[in-house]
Every structure is written in C-alpha cells, then in structure tokens.
C-alpha cells in the first residue's frame, strides 16, 4: 500500500517526509566518484595556506567600478600599489593598498570617501573560508575539466531544522545524511525554500582546484548574492591574484540600492622586492 508509514511516537504520516527519506536515501546510495578528492579532503584544502612562509610581494593595480543605477551606467576608475606581506611563519597575510588615482564622475562626488573605502577595502580583503565555510554542510557538485570541483553548501542550521522538520533527527550527526539533504536543497527547484537571515550566507557555490585554490566563490545572502571570480600569476611558484571581479549591491545614502560590478587587475608582481 503506497504511503504507509510507521512513526512510533504516533506522529502523523507525512508523504513530503518519505519522499525525503527515501531521496537522501538514492543520493547516498550513489557511488562515490572514481576519481578526486574526497569532500573533506577538499575542505581541508581550502581551508589550509599552501605557502605558510614569510615574504613581500609588491605590485600595482588598476580597479574600474561600474555602478548600475536608476539614472543608468556611472564608472570609477582607480590605480595604485600594493603591498602583500606575511610576516611570520603561518601568520594571516595583510594586503596594503595606497591609492595613487581616482577618477570620479560629478554625480559620484559626493560619495567619494565612500568610493575610497570600497576600492581599498576590494584590493586588502580577500574571502576567508575559514569564516564561513564551517557553518555550512558542504558536498561536491560535479568535477571539472583542468582539475576543478564545483562545491555547494547549506548552512548547517537550514539543514538541521529539515531534517528535524522531516523525521530525520536520528542521522543528525551522520555527515553523509546531512550532505544528502544539503544537496537537495542546494538545487535549483528548493533554493526558494531556503532563503533567510541569519550569520553569515545561508548557501555558497565554490569552484576550487585540487590544491584548495578558489576560483569562483558566490555566497548568498537574504538581500542578494555576492559572487567573486578570481585569476592567478604565478610568481615564484606561488599563485598571487592577477585579476578579481566582483559583482556586488550595496546601498549608498541618497541613492539607495546600487549594483555594481569591480573589476580588479593586479600586475608587476614582485617577490621579496622593497615596496613602491
């Protein structure tokens, strides 16, 4: 007889909870793929700094700004120089940026201490996985060409009240259950159901290589999603950004909501050379 189930707390039949069960039960029963790291392996990856060792890397930049308003397209162009260091063994790296050119439009004047900020900020922050990364149930998509492994994640509390919600509560700290569920709200047909406020994004798409390097990130927010893609030069065999693009919304006073896409392109690195 289809539909029948057995709850031995006398709750209430749900169709929604077996069909639950039983589709985390097809996605666990997938093999695992042939070739590639493991999810965990991957994590631990990204998560770890593959060049722990002291150094300086000085080099100039250029960002341009393409802010899209109700009254149309403005552009900001900016350049400057920058200074990346660790100063220690296995201490966070620190990015200083000095901006030697900005270009503003008349409209945007008003807001250029503001502009400033967001430049600087564009060129010395960089995503931190750490931050974020161990709050979500995260699983592999699919694997690339070149190497690369499309990741997704769902925040663990989403996930925890699903499987609550659904009669799960017995594969909670199972990670291949978690994941199971994670994916399945990770797709495109449940995004909507998911969407909330709370710290940090509720949801991330990652592509990442086999040493952990991030080359696109997209976190999602419940005002919007905030997507970076990044490109590497290789300098002195370790990958530093050549280029970063950034699509983002912030809001400005006076003008409201703005979307605004950054392109940033880093050149003339130099390893270890005094600063410029």
């Not at 341009?64 to 162009?77: A, L």
């Not at 009240?161 to 994916?183: E, H, V």
């Not at 709370?198 to 927010?221: C, H, I, N, R, T």
Request: proline residues 7%; positive net charge; charged residues 20%.
């Amino acid at each position: 007889m289809a539909g029948v189930c057995y709850n031995a707390a006398g709750m209430r039949c749900s169709p929604l909870r077996t069909v639950l069960a039983a589709f985390a039960f097809l996605l666990l029963a997938v093999p695992a793929l042939a070739q590639g790291l493991s999810i965990d392996a991957l994590v631990s990856r990204i998560l770890a700094d593959p060049n722990p060792q002291p150094y300086t890397m000085a080099a100039d930049f250029t960002a341009r700004m393409v802010f899209n308003m109700t009254t149309g397209r403005i552009s900001v162009y900016a350049a400057g120089t920058l200074l990346e260091s660790r100063a220690a063994l296995g201490e966070p790296r620190r990015r200083k940026a000095t901006l030697t050119r900005l270009d503003i439009p008349l409209l945007l004047r008003p807001f250029s201490s503001s502009i400033r900020r967001t430049v600087t900020d564009l060129v010395e922050a960089e995503p931190r996985p750490g931050e974020f990364l161990p709050t979500q149930d995260v699983f592999i998509v699919e694997e690339r060409a070149g190497g690369r492994t499309l990741v997704g994640g769902v925040r663990q509390d989403i996930v925890t009240d699903t499987m609550t919600r659904y009669g799960q509560t017995a594969n909670l700290r199972d990670p291949a259950s978690r994941r199971a569920i994670a994916r399945w709200l990770w797709s495109p047909t449940q995004r909507a159901s998911i969407v909330r406020g709370g710290p940090g994004p509720y949801m991330l798409s990652a592509l990442v290589d086999e040493a952990g390097l991030l080359y696109q990130l997209s976190l999602f927010y419940d005002w919007g999603e905030l997507s970076n893609r990044f490109a590497f030069a290789s300098v002195g065999g370790r990958p530093f950004w050549r280029e970063v693009i950034t699509d983002t919304s912030s809001e400005f006073m006076g003008l409201g909501r703005v979307d605004a896409t950054i392109a940033l392109q880093i050149s003339n690195h130099c390893l270890n050379c005094p600063p410029r």
